[in-house]
């Protein structure tokens, strides 16, 4: 009776566990220890890409004492990464990569209280802000390639989007200006960028304007000029019985999807008494976002969700992706969107099972093969990043 | 000169009260200057894991917090954290390893606001209550942290013993 059950149970999960085919799970960084603590945070989780047949990682760790960021490269079929590089020389935090081709990438990041970003291998760092600024992420289509960051501006921090222009190795900003020329009115931060197959950009990003945390969207149809904000959840804000401002939503993620549309996903705890939930919203190319979803299925409804994000890819593929520890312990999990709604949870093989994987970075690669980092907790042995890749059967 | 020291002070003022939640009139402060001033005194960190626009925090603050004898004895007895939910800010650990104030929720698993955290001097967590207490919840918590109670019992059991 047992065996059959069991059985029952092994051909209902066989379609979700037959979606993926994955690789030898590798370790990416060289240097570990009970008291090295890698992190691959960054606005819009853009810890991994993939340039041609290179796959590049990037990450903050203190083995030298104090915060610094790494990159480490890999031939997309060599069984293990080259030795890494470093980015940065003063504390670095929340470090983002994207792919240029040909094996090269942009790699950005906030040192000394500053975002930097340079092109690799090779290239030289540039500053991209003069003021106090964090948080910066990147995105590029064909050859516009642009980056957004937190920059102070009196007392708060607003949303910057620059336009950069490459020129062999040679960075430079063309243009930056602030999403709102007015002066920020409360915090805000966290932005992600998306730019569609039309070239407009759009950008979401934390704000709390409304007195509680709101994900906010704006785009522009030439890089330069954005559209009034607007929220990206279908939620209002408002106090209940006088308390409060409104329920929380934090670290928005974006990705250009299919011919002319964007994805973003985010963490929501509009059930407030469950942790944060992951939420979808789609804008398909009218830019604007439409009602809100919920990504995770029912098993992970009692169980808050953390350090989600969303890839896609212009053939319509789109992958969200986040940990939970419903088995017990962090596990990363991903779903895929299936045309009406994502489909059921599964868990990434290697990034499951005991002790706890968590903060999921990920990328479509040009062939559709998806490429998902994380790391690794071992208190005793250190945390190891963590990468595989997988293919759509 | 009187005026221009009013108005910055009336700015920080208002700056406490706008980039988070924390009851008023309690002497709360950041993770590492709490940590930090544990260490010196010995007494235990009482975390107020809170979220920006909150309705519990919000209740909390005015229907518990707002209790004198709850402000006097949690202000001379803890390190008084605040430590907001969504936020970027970054935190050292005892463990030396550095993260954000919302990754802190995560590491915790925090899954509702407000969450209340007890740490011994060191930083060690004794336990975590999460949602709406009240100041007997509070003065409870108190026998069990600073009678160190919890060396020996869980909370449950602890409160279910008491009288």
Same mark, same amino acid.
């Given at each position: 009776?047992?065996?059959?059950?069991?059985?029952?149970?092994?051909?209902?999960?066989?379609?979700?566990? !037959?979606?993926?085919?994955?690789? %030898?799970?590798?370790?990416?960084?060289?240097?570990?220890?009970?008291?090295?603590?890698?992190?691959? %945070?960054?606005?819009?989780?853009?810890?991994?890409?993939?340039?041609?047949?290179?796959?590049?990682?990037?990450?903050?760790?203190?083995?030298?004492?104090?915060?610094?960021?790494?990159?480490?490269?890999?031939?997309?079929?060599?069984?293990?990464?080259?030795?890494?590089?470093?980015?940065?020389?003063?504390?670095?935090? %929340?470090?983002?990569?994207?792919?240029?081709?040909?094996?090269?990438?942009?790699?950005?990041?906030?040192?000394?209280?500053?975002?930097?970003?340079?092109?690799?291998?090779?290239?030289?760092?540039?500053?991209?802000?003069?003021?106090?600024?964090?948080?910066?992420?990147?995105?590029?289509?064909?050859?516009?390639?642009?980056?957004?960051?937190?920059?102070?501006?009196?007392?708060?921090?607003?949303?910057?989007?620059?336009?950069?222009?490459?020129?062999?190795?040679?960075?430079?900003?063309?243009?930056?200006?602030?999403?709102?020329?007015?002066?920020?009115?409360?915090?805000?931060?966290?932005?992600?960028?998306?730019?569609?197959?039309?070239?407009?950009?759009?950008?979401?990003?934390?704000?709390?304007?409304?007195?509680?945390?709101?994900?906010?969207?704006?785009?522009?149809?030439?890089?330069?000029?954005?559209?009034?904000?607007?929220?990206?959840?279908?939620?209002?804000?408002?106090?209940?019985?006088?308390?409060?401002?409104?329920?929380?939503?934090?670290?928005?993620?974006?990705?250009?999807?299919?011919?002319?549309?964007?994805?973003?996903?985010?963490?929501?705890?509009?059930?407030?008494?469950?942790?944060?939930?992951?939420? !979808?919203?789609?804008?398909?190319?009218?830019?604007?976002?439409?009602?809100?979803?919920?990504?995770?299925?029912?098993?992970?409804?009692?169980?808050?969700?953390?350090?989600?994000?969303?890839?896609?890819?212009?053939?319509?593929?789109?992958?969200?992706?986040?940990?939970?520890?419903?088995?017990?312990?962090?596990?990363?999990?991903?779903?895929?969107?299936?045309?009406?709604?994502?489909?059921?949870?599964?868990?990434?093989?290697?990034?499951?099972?005991?002790?706890?994987?968590?903060?999921?970075?990920?990328?479509?690669?040009? !062939?559709?093969?998806?490429?998902?980092?994380?790391?690794?907790?071992?208190?005793?042995?250190?945390?190891?990043?963590?990468?595989?890749?997988?293919?759509?059967? | 000169?009187? /005026?221009?020291?009013?108005?910055?002070?009336?700015?920080?003022?208002?700056?406490?009260?706008?980039?988070?939640?924390?009851?008023?009139?309690?002497?709360?402060?950041?993770?590492?200057?709490?940590?930090?001033?544990?260490?010196?005194?010995?007494?235990? /960190?009482?975390?107020?894991?809170?979220?920006?626009?909150?309705?519990?925090?919000? =209740?909390?603050?005015?229907?518990?917090?707002?209790?004198?004898?709850?402000?006097?004895?949690?202000?001379? =007895?803890?390190?008084?954290?605040?430590?907001?939910?969504?936020?970027?800010?970054?935190?050292?650990?005892?463990?030396?390893?550095? /993260?954000?104030?919302?990754?802190?929720?995560?590491?915790?698993?925090?899954?509702?606001?407000?969450?209340?955290?007890?740490?011994?001097?060191?930083?060690?967590? /004794?336990?975590?209550?999460?949602?709406?207490?009240?100041?007997?919840?509070?003065?409870?918590?108190?026998?069990?942290?600073?009678?160190? =109670?919890?060396?020996?019992?869980?909370?449950?059991?602890?409160?279910?013993?008491?009288?």
């Amino acid at each position: 009776m047992r065996a059959a059950a069991l059985l029952l149970l092994a051909v209902l999960a066989w379609p979700a566990h !037959a979606a993926w085919t994955w690789s %030898e799970t590798l370790t990416v960084n060289s240097v570990q220890g009970a008291a090295i603590f890698p992190h691959i %945070e960054s606005a819009n989780r853009q810890g991994v890409a993939v340039s041609g047949y290179t796959v590049g990682v990037v990450w903050e760790d203190n083995r030298d004492g104090s915060p610094q960021c790494y990159l480490a490269t890999k031939p997309a079929a060599a069984a293990s990464f080259q030795p890494e590089m470093q980015l940065s020389k003063g504390e670095c935090y %929340e470090p983002v990569v994207i792919a240029l081709g040909a094996g090269r990438f942009v790699a950005a990041w906030e040192e000394g209280g500053k975002v930097h970003a340079r092109v690799l291998p090779g290239g030289k760092t540039l500053q991209l802000s003069k003021a106090g600024s964090a948080q910066v992420t990147l995105a590029l289509r064909d050859h516009a390639l642009y980056a957004a960051w937190a920059e102070q501006a009196g007392r708060f921090k607003r949303i910057v989007v620059a336009r950069l222009v490459l020129k062999g190795d040679a960075l430079s900003v063309k243009s930056a200006q602030p999403v709102e020329a007015a002066m920020p009115a409360d915090e805000q931060g966290w932005p992600a960028l998306a730019v569609a197959g039309d070239g407009s950009v759009t950008v979401v990003w934390e704000d709390r304007r409304h007195r509680h945390t709101v994900p906010m969207t704006s785009h522009s149809r030439d890089g330069k000029s954005f559209a009034l904000p607007a929220r990206l959840t279908d939620r209002k804000s408002g106090s209940v019985d006088g308390l409060g401002a409104g329920t929380g939503a934090m670290r928005p993620t974006l990705t250009a999807w299919g011919e002319q549309g964007i994805a973003a996903v985010w963490l929501d705890k509009r059930d407030f008494l469950s942790g944060y939930d992951v939420y !979808a919203a789609f804008d398909p190319g009218t830019r604007s976002f439409g009602r809100n979803i919920k990504v995770q299925d029912n098993f992970g409804d009692n169980m808050a969700q953390w350090h989600a994000l969303v890839v896609g890819d212009a053939s319509g593929k789109l992958v969200a992706l986040w940990d939970d520890a419903r088995d017990g312990t962090p596990d990363v999990w991903l779903s895929e969107w299936a045309g009406e709604a994502f489909g059921d949870d599964l868990a990434v093989p290697a990034a499951a099972g005991p002790g706890g994987q968590s903060d999921p970075v990920a990328t479509l690669d040009a !062939a559709g093969t998806l490429h998902v980092v994380w790391l690794d907790r071992d208190e005793a042995a250190g945390t190891r990043i963590r990468y595989a890749r997988a293919v759509r059967r | 000169m009187i /005026i221009k020291m009013m108005l910055s002070a009336a700015c920080l003022l208002w700056a406490g009260t706008v980039l988070a939640d924390p009851p008023k009139g309690y002497p709360f402060v950041d993770f590492d200057a709490g940590l930090k001033a544990a260490k010196a005194s010995g007494k235990p /960190i009482f975390v107020y894991f809170g979220r920006y626009g909150c309705a519990w925090c919000d =209740h909390t603050n005015k229907q518990t917090f707002s209790d004198a004898g709850l402000k006097k004895l949690y202000s001379e =007895h803890y390190a008084l954290v605040y430590v907001d939910a969504e936020s970027g800010k970054r935190l050292t650990l005892p463990s030396g390893e550095r /993260i954000t104030e919302a990754e802190l929720g995560a590491r915790l698993q925090a899954f509702a606001t407000p969450l209340f955290v007890y740490m011994t001097p060191q930083g060690e967590k /004794i336990f975590q209550a999460p949602g709406f207490k009240t100041v007997k919840d509070f003065q409870d918590y108190d026998r069990y942290v600073r009678g160190g =109670h919890y060396k020996q019992k869980t909370l449950l059991e602890f409160l279910g013993g008491k009288s």
